[in-house]
C-alpha cells in the first residue's frame, strides 16, 4: 500500500514510463491498485494491472488528460510543458539529474546546451509552483543503476567482459543510485506535505573512487580485467583512434575527462527530510 495513492480519486500521470525508473513507478503502482496513465512515444513491451498506456509524444504536444498525481521520471521540460494541461494537478514529484551541477562546465558542446535546457527546466518549474500554490519536489540524482534498459553501469561491464586490459583516466569519486530506491521514493513521497517548490540532491548509499567502482561492476559481470591508470590524453587519443575504426562510440573526450572528477553530493538534507536511505552499489546483471 502507498499511502495517497490507491484511494485517488483519479489515475496518476506517470511521464518517462519506458526508463528504468519509470517502468519501477508503474510496477510499484499496481502493485498498491493505483490507477495510472503512462505516456510512452512507442508501443510498450509490458503491461501491468490498472495501467493505461497512452502512446503520445510530448515533445510535439502536450497531453490532455485529468490527474492530481504527476509521477516524472522522463525529460524535466517535458513535465514542465505538461503541468499546463493539468489544471487539477496538487502534487509533483520529478526526476532531474545532479548533472546539472556537474556537466555546466563540460568541453561538449552537446552536454552544456542539455544542461542549460535542464536548468531553465528548473526554473520553470520552480516558478510555475510559486504561481500555482502547488507542492513540487524535484529530486536530483548522481548516476542511476539498476532496472531494465541501465545503460550507466551494463557499457562498463561490457567492457570489461570484452578486454584484459581496462584503461581508465581517473580516481574521481562516484555515488551511484539504484533506480529502486528512486521509484520507491518518488511514490512514498505523493502523501507528504511539502512547502512549495523543493530540490533535493540525492546520493547512493556508498561512495567509490572511480577504479573501485569500475571494478566493481566488473566482478558483478563475472570479469576480472587489468584495470590501469593511463593519463586522460592518452586514453582520449585512443579512443579518438578507435572510432576511425568504428569503436567506442559511446565514449566522448567529455566523460574521459569526468573520471578524475568527483561526481558527488550532500545529500544530507533528502536524508533528514525525505527519510533517504539508498542501498549501498551492489551491480547485478542477472536481473535487479
Avoid: C
Avoid at 516524472?72 to 548533472?99: D, N
Avoid at 504561481?131 to 524535484?138: E, M, P
Avoid at 512514498?188 to 561512495?207: C, H, K, Q, W, Y
Amino acid at each position: 500500500m502507498i499511502p495517497g495513492l490507491a484511494s485517488g480519486p483519479a489515475p496518476v500521470l506517470v511521464l518517462g514510463a519506458t526508463g528504468a525508473v519509470g517502468r519501477l513507478l508503474l510496477s510499484r503502482l499496481a502493485e498498491a491498485g493505483a490507477p495510472a496513465i503512462a505516456v510512452s512515444r512507442r508501443v510498450p513491451d509490458a503491461e501491468w494491472p490498472g495501467v493505461l498506456w497512452l502512446q503520445h509524444d510530448l515533445a510535439t504536444e502536450p497531453l490532455r488528460a485529468e490527474s492530481q498525481v504527476l509521477l516524472s521520471a522522463g525529460p524535466l521540460s517535458l513535465a514542465r510543458r505538461q503541468l499546463e494541461r493539468l489544471p487539477s494537478v496538487r502534487r509533483v514529484v520529478a526526476l532531474g539529474s545532479a548533472s546539472v551541477r556537474f556537466k555546466q562546465d563540460s568541453p561538449d558542446p552537446t552536454e552544456r546546451a542539455m544542461m542549460r535546457e535542464l536548468a531553465d527546466a528548473e526554473l520553470r518549474l520552480a516558478e510555475w509552483a510559486e504561481r500555482r500554490g502547488i507542492d513540487v519536489t524535484l529530486l536530483r540524482p548522481t548516476l542511476i543503476y539498476g532496472g531494465e534498459g541501465d545503460r550507466n553501469v551494463s557499457v562498463i561491464a561490457e567492457a570489461a567482459r570484452s578486454r584484459r586490459v581496462l584503461p581508465i583516466a581517473g580516481r574521481g569519486l562516484r555515488q551511484p543510485v539504484h533506480a529502486e530506491d528512486l521509484a520507491r521514493l518518488m511514490t512514498r513521497l505523493v502523501a507528504r506535505r511539502g512547502n512549495g517548490f523543493e530540490p533535493f540532491d540525492l546520493g547512493g548509499g556508498e561512495t567509490l573512487p572511480y577504479p573501485d567502482f569500475v571494478r566493481r561492476i566488473a566482478s558483478a559481470a563475472g570479469a576480472d580485467p587489468n584495470i590501469v591508470q593511463v593519463p586522460a590524453a592518452l586514453l582520449t587519443a585512443l579512443v579518438r583512434a578507435g572510432r576511425i575504426f568504428g569503436r567506442f562510440d559511446s565514449v566522448t573526450p567529455a566523460m574521459i575527462r569526468r573520471q578524475r572528477m568527483d561526481l558527488v553530493v550532500d545529500d544530507t538534507p533528502a536524508r533528514e527530510h525525505l527519510a533517504w536511505n539508498p542501498r549501498p552499489f551492489r551491480p547485478s546483471f542477472s536481473g535487479d
